[in-house]
């Protein structure tokens, strides 16, 4: 046999992790599932998060939250306005991804272009959303009162399976660009955009642990994104995660905001809105010097 022939290569598959902390871990529990990709071929091997890893995710974005409120309106909007730029630079990548996880040619360049130009709506209300939420409120005391909105603190999100980068990439901006810290669990049967889009976060300005990405299992890991008592609130986008003796049940225990997305078409969801779910309203008066 001829040395020149070469024998056919295996092709490596890559293993996408998870992304906590600014870092990237696989599960401590060492599991993972094959992906297959529209062809039927194995595409990828993604992490399973267990709940030690939510919990560890948790940690990371409340030990980021407070730092990440108390920096500029300014600041955090060209923070995001510059993950549109790296996002944009890697669009073929992103469009390529979708298109094996089973999306056409055409609905993934236009899902991509779509979460660019979001990114970049939310980094433009950073320092606007204030103005049109707040007031000033009328009363019949010798005070101002002002009433003004506050982050919530650690958001989880539970990303659609419908929209895995639109959906992902719109929930995580309008939480973390009014001053929320989020853990996100990627959509189950399309996770690769997810993971990928952590690897936009990191390399850009994005501080570490104000954006957590899990993958894994929804139904492993939904009850426990609902009852953590260091979360703040909950988003879900889908229906399946929302019957009555689920979140709904778990974020009572510790009076959680839960946030129900499921009924949002992805493509128009561009809404100031959007930030408000994940705010708080502050009420401060002021004695007025007679």
């Known amino acids: 046999?001829?040395?020149?022939?070469?024998?056919?290569?295996?092709?490596?598959?890559?293993?996408?992790?998870?992304?906590?902390?600014?870092?990237?871990?696989?599960?401590?529990s060492g599991r993972y599932f094959a992906l297959a990709g529209s062809g039927g071929k194995l595409t990828a091997n993604v992490s399973r998060a267990s709940r030690k890893d939510f919990r560890d995710a948790v940690v990371a974005a409340r030990a980021a939250q407070s730092a990440w409120a108390a920096s500029s309106a300014y600041l955090r909007g060209q923070i995001v306005y510059r993950i549109a730029e790296m996002l944009e630079d890697r669009s073929s990548q992103f469009?390529?991804?979708?298109?094996?996880?089973?999306?056409?040619?055409?609905?993934?360049?236009?899902?991509?272009?779509a979460s660019i130009d979001r990114l970049v709506y939310f980094a433009g209300w950073a320092d606007k959303y204030q103005q049109v939420f707040s007031s000033v409120n009328p009363v019949a005391?010798?005070?101002?009162?002002?009433?003004?909105?506050?982050?919530?603190g650690v958001v989880a999100v539970m990303a659609p399976e419908?929209?895995?980068?639109?959906?992902?990439?719109?929930?995580?901006?309008?939480?973390?660009?009014?001053?929320?810290?989020?853990?996100?669990?990627?959509?189950?049967?399309r996770p690769l955009s997810a993971i990928s889009f952590a690897e936009v976060l990191q390399?850009?300005?994005?501080p570490a642990g104000v954006v957590n990405v899990l993958t894994g299992y929804r139904a492993e890991l939904?009850?426990?994104?609902?009852s953590h008592m260091d979360v703040n609130a909950l988003v879900c986008c889908d229906d399946d995660v929302l019957p009555p003796e689920g979140?709904?049940?778990g974020t009572a225990n510790n009076i959680k905001r839960l946030v129900d997305r499921s009924a949002l078409d992805w493509r128009s969801s561009a809404d100031p809105y959007l930030i408000r779910e994940t705010q708080e309203t502050k009420t401060t008066w002021h004695p007025i010097a007679s």
């Open 141 to 152: 005391s010798s005070h101002f009162c002002f009433s003004l909105l506050e982050p919530m």
């Open 222 to 226: 939904a009850e426990h994104f609902a």
């Open 95 to 113: 469009a390529a991804e979708l298109r094996e996880q089973g999306r056409s040619q055409a609905r993934s360049r236009a899902e991509v272009q």
């Open 1 to 28: 046999m001829s040395r020149d022939k070469e024998s056919p290569r295996l092709r490596v598959a890559k293993t996408y992790k998870l992304f906590i902390g600014g870092r990237f871990p696989r599960s401590e």
């Open 162 to 189: 419908r929209s895995a980068l639109l959906g992902l990439v719109t929930n995580i901006a309008a939480a973390i660009i009014g001053g929320n810290t989020v853990v996100a669990l990627a959509s189950e049967s």
């Open 203 to 206: 390399a850009g300005d994005v």
């Open 247 to 249: 979140p709904a049940t």
